[in-house]
Structure formats: structure tokens, C-alpha cells
């Protein structure tokens, strides 16, 4: 079973609208979990970096862990087309590597 | 302005011509480490560098060189490239092992 697991869609979804990215991971000891955001041609810029549970929120954007289920989310709340981008999830995973998902590829349409 | 850089941006070469990608950070940072990303497969680490003249494999080590003479640049050699080293390759830094990582904008190599 691979550490961190996330769909890679795409997903293209109307401006405007809430996004849900999702990833899972096998480990219950992972405590630090981030998600990074890559645009076309750039490398990956750290988003949103949260420990153990909860929720954390940063303007129009919240990161979701739950520790029970192995489940970290990101929610993108009213998504504009400067959202649209690659989105992607890691922990801090075995012999306290960052492990990388492939990668969710997002479009937010005007 | 913190950063990471990478060069050469692009590159196209044949199989077999030794090539260095370098890579360098402004941070201070002690950790640096290289990925290379190919669809599908997400990113993977090569090799890493928890400090100075400290280099270890990463999960695709194979037909790739580091080496880390100062703290600031960590390069990346292909001694003998070949075609399935086709790939984006990025150089990523941090305070130490586990924390967030800054990354540079990419190196897309292409071997002929």
C-alpha cells in the first residue's frame, strides 16, 4: 500500500463553486500533513501545512485532517480561474521523508 | 527573496553526454534534496543532502550523482544519460528533513 494516495482526476468545475481534494494515507503515526499548489511550468509552492487533526483555514482556503480515517482535505470555497492549478497532498512519512500524491489537476472555468 | 534556482531550465541532449543540472538556495537551509516528476508517477526523490558532504539515495537513485560541497548548492550529474531520464526535474530545500520544502521552478531534460 503506497503512503499517500490521491486521485488525479482532472476535475474542472465552474468558478465559483466549492472544491473538495482528498488524499489518504496508510501510516496513523504521519503527523504533519501539507498540500501544495503547481502551476503550469513553476515548481510546487507550499499552501497549507497543518499537525495532527483539525481544521486550518487561510482566507478562502481550509485544510481538514482526519486522524481516524486516514483522510486529509483541502476545500477551496467560491474558486476562481487563478485557482486552477495542480494540488497536491504529502506528509511527513517514513524515516521522516516528505511523501508526495501524484497530483490533482484542477480547472476552474469563468 | 528566498528562493531556490535551478539552471539550466531546459535541455535537450543526446544519450550518453555527461550533463549537471545545478541547484541552489538562499535559506540557509541544511536539507536539500531532487525529484523528478513524470505523469502518472507524481514526484519522486533521488537523491538527498542532510547537511554538507551528507548525501543519501532517495527512492530512484539509480543513474544519478549528487554531491554537496557547500551548503548553499546541491547539483545533480548525469554521468550517462539516457532516454528514460526524460523527465522534470526539480531541487527542493528546507530547514531540516521532514519540514515543508521550498522548490525551484523545474529542470525539463529531454535525452535524445
Known amino acids: 500500500q503506497k503512503e499517500v494516495e490521491q486521485d488525479p482526476g482532472p476535475l474542472s468545475v465552474p468558478e465559483g463553486a466549492i472544491v473538495s481534494l482528498n488524499c489518504t494515507y496508510s501510516?496513523?503515526?504521519?503527523?504533519?500533513f501539507m498540500w501544495y499548489r503547481q502551476y503550469s511550468r513553476k515548481g510546487p509552492e507550499l499552501l497549507m501545512y497543518t499537525y495532527s487533526s483539525g481544521n486550518k483555514e487561510d482566507g478562502r482556503f481550509t485544510a481538514q485532517v482526519d486522524k481516524s480515517s486516514k483522510y486529509i482535505s483541502l476545500f477551496i470555497r467560491d474558486s476562481q480561474p487563478s485557482d486552477s492549478a495542480t494540488y497536491l497532498c504529502a506528509t511527513q512519512g517514513g524515516s521522516e521523508k516528505l511523501v508526495f500524491g501524484k497530483g490533482m489537476k484542477l480547472t476552474v472555468n469563468p | 527573496e528566498a528562493q531556490v534556482t535551478q539552471n539550466p531550465r531546459y535541455l535537450i541532449t543526446v544519450t550518453g553526454k555527461k550533463l549537471t543540472v545545478t541547484c541552489s538556495q538562499n535559506m540557509n537551509h541544511e536539507y536539500m534534496s531532487w525529484y523528478r516528476q513524470d505523469p502518472g508517477l507524481g514526484l519522486r526523490q533521488i537523491y538527498y543532502s542532510m547537511n554538507v558532504e551528507v548525501t543519501d539515495k532517495g527512492d530512484v537513485p539509480e543513474g544519478y550523482k549528487v554531491s554537496r560541497k557547500e551548503k548553499r548548492n546541491f547539483p545533480l550529474i548525469l554521468e550517462s544519460p539516457s532516454p528514460n531520464q526524460t523527465s522534470l526535474y526539480f531541487c527542493?530545500?528546507?530547514?531540516?528533513?521532514?519540514?515543508?520544502?521550498?522548490f525551484g521552478d523545474g529542470t525539463r531534460l529531454s535525452i535524445l
Open positions: 501510516n496513523s503515526a504521519f503527523q504533519y
Open positions: 527542493a530545500s528546507s530547514f531540516i528533513k521532514g519540514q515543508p520544502q521550498h
